[in-house]
């Protein structure tokens, strides 16, 4: 037995609930077969639903409590139908990720078979790669959350993109660190700085932090790609990259299109994380469309619990966590080779309760 890891637990609004459960069933299954001590749960209200109730978008000592466990998992937040008097949505996790410095997004993107495969090139089945997004900087270091555009009355707007060296030296030893450890397990262990350093000196500054670090890791091969010329190749040959490391922005709309490759949102899953702090989370939203119905295809969220499994191995230096992990992935990766899982969301006869028994009975076999 090991020391018992805490679990700050947001569940949130919408098919979040439902996901969320869902992972909890799953993590705890191979955390048990691993011989791991339980993980221990603490559940903090939070979100849209709650808003509604209290005027408060997550429990007064939510946030302290969030920072005081090994991890954060959550669901969803969010609900178009309940919003601030200014009309921003519910976005308490916003607050999470700026006061933990969350800096490094997480999003890996994987072909699996017999899922929807959006390029008819047979090569795409290979596709196996992950986009770092840096999160706390960038072009959203004024996005209206922060509050710190530029508005000249109704003739000029001005938002600012931020590159600080210290948080964009975190960001590439994460990178190098994680191209290192996806070599150690079969992937090419080739991290690709993505820029437009042709053009804005602070995306030169960018690439020039990731020159000066590169050496310190010759095991891990380099590439560049301006992000142009990338979102380009992510449509002619996306198997050929490993790991990306980008600025804020432009990760957020390049992983959206990687994750269009490869399926839909139910596929999404999404690590931040920080120095001292992790928050795992579908990359999906609350889809009010089709909450309460057993629809939500919850492997998004599955895999983002193997991501925190994965981040706890690394945490706490216990490697049956990163067992664990590689349990659930391997269950999903087998499931959707023998046919096992056919989501609805990809017009497949099963929901969220349904996929998740499936995962469970996988993990059995
Ligand atoms: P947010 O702004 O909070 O990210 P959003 O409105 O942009 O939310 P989502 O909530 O992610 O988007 O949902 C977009 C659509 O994708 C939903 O309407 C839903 O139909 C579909 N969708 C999202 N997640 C899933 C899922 N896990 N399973 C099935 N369909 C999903």
């Given at each position: 037995?090991?020391?018992?890891l805490?679990?700050?637990l947001?569940?949130?609004?919408?098919?979040?609930?439902?996901?969320?459960?869902?992972?909890?069933?799953?993590?705890?299954?191979?955390?048990?077969?691993?011989?791991?001590?339980?993980?221990?749960?603490?559940?903090?209200n939070?979100?849209?639903?709650?808003?509604?109730?209290?005027?408060?978008?997550?429990?007064?000592?939510?946030?302290?409590?969030?920072?005081?466990?090994?991890?954060?998992?959550?669901?969803?937040?969010?609900?178009?139908?309940?919003?601030?008097?200014?009309?921003?949505?519910?976005?308490?996790?916003?607050?999470?990720?700026?006061?933990?410095?969350?800096?490094?997004?997480?999003?890996?993107?994987?072909?699996?078979?017999?899922?929807?495969?959006?390029?008819a090139?047979?090569?795409?089945?290979?596709?196996?790669?992950?986009?770092?997004?840096?999160?706390t900087?960038?072009?959203?270091?004024?996005?209206?959350?922060?509050?710190?555009?530029?508005?000249?009355?109704?003739?000029?707007?001005?938002?600012?993109?931020?590159?600080?060296?210290?948080?964009?030296?975190?960001?590439h030893?994460?990178?190098?660190?994680?191209?290192?450890?996806?070599?150690?397990?079969?992937?090419?262990?080739?991290?690709?700085?993505?820029?437009?350093?042709?053009?804005?000196?602070?995306?030169?500054?960018?690439?020039?932090?990731?020159?000066?670090?590169?050496?310190?890791?010759?095991?891990?091969?380099?590439?560049?790609?301006?992000?142009?010329?990338?979102?380009?190749?992510?449509?002619?040959?996306?198997?050929?990259?490993?790991?990306?490391?980008?600025?804020?922005?432009?990760?957020?709309?390049?992983?959206?299109?990687?994750?269009g490759?490869?399926?839909?949102?139910?596929?999404?899953?999404?690590?931040?994380?920080?120095?001292?702090?992790?928050?795992?989370?579908?990359?999906?939203?609350?889809?009010?469309?089709?909450?309460?119905?057993?629809?939500?295809?919850?492997?998004?969220?599955?895999?983002?619990?193997?991501?925190?499994?994965?981040?706890?191995?690394?945490?706490?230096?216990?490697?049956?966590?990163?067992?664990?992990?590689?349990?659930?992935?391997?269950?999903?990766?087998?499931?959707?080779?023998?046919?096992?899982?056919?989501?609805?969301?990809?017009?497949?006869?099963?929901?969220?309760?349904?996929?998740?028994?499936?995962?469970?009975?996988?993990?059995?076999?």
């Amino acid at each position: 037995m090991t020391d018992t890891l805490r679990i700050a637990l947001i569940r949130g609004d919408g098919i979040g609930v439902d996901v969320a459960d869902a992972t909890l069933a799953i993590v705890d299954r191979v955390v048990a077969s691993t011989g791991l001590a339980p993980l221990v749960y603490d559940a903090i209200n939070a979100g849209a639903g709650y808003f509604k109730d209290t005027g408060q978008d997550i429990e007064p000592d939510g946030e302290k409590r969030a920072g005081d466990a090994d991890s954060i998992f959550l669901g969803a937040i969010g609900l178009p139908s309940v919003r601030h008097g200014d009309g921003t949505e519910i976005s308490p996790h916003l607050r999470l990720r700026d006061r933990f410095q969350l800096y490094a997004g997480v999003r890996p993107v994987k072909a699996y078979p017999n899922a929807p495969q959006r390029l008819a090139d047979p090569r795409a089945a290979g596709i196996d790669m992950i986009i770092l997004r840096e999160s706390t900087e960038g072009l959203f270091y004024s996005a209206a959350a922060h509050g710190r555009s530029d508005i000249r009355g109704d003739d000029e707007v001005r938002d600012t993109l931020r590159i600080t060296r210290a948080t964009t030296e975190k960001l590439h030893h994460f990178g190098f660190r994680l191209a290192r450890r996806r070599k150690a397990r079969g992937r090419p262990g080739l991290l690709t700085c993505v820029d437009k350093a042709n053009v804005f000196a602070s995306m030169a500054f960018f690439r020039k932090i990731f020159d000066e670090i590169a050496p310190q890791y010759t095991d891990v091969e380099t590439g560049y790609n301006y992000v142009d010329a990338q979102a380009l190749n992510l449509i002619r040959n996306p198997w050929d990259y490993d790991v990306m490391v980008m600025e804020n922005m432009f990760g957020d709309i390049l992983s959206d299109l990687a994750g269009g490759l490869v399926g839909g949102m139910g596929m999404a899953a999404c690590a931040e994380i920080g120095d001292a702090h992790g928050l795992f989370q579908p990359a999906h939203g609350s889809a009010p469309d089709i909450m309460g119905q057993d629809k939500a295809n919850p492997l998004a969220a599955i895999l983002s619990g193997a991501l925190m499994l994965d981040y706890l191995a690394e945490k706490t230096g216990n490697n049956a966590y990163a067992d664990a992990a590689l349990a659930i992935e391997d269950a999903v990766q087998s499931g959707f080779e023998q046919n096992r899982l056919r989501p609805m969301e990809f017009g497949g006869d099963m929901g969220t309760r349904a996929v998740t028994r499936e995962i469970l009975d996988l993990l059995e076999g």
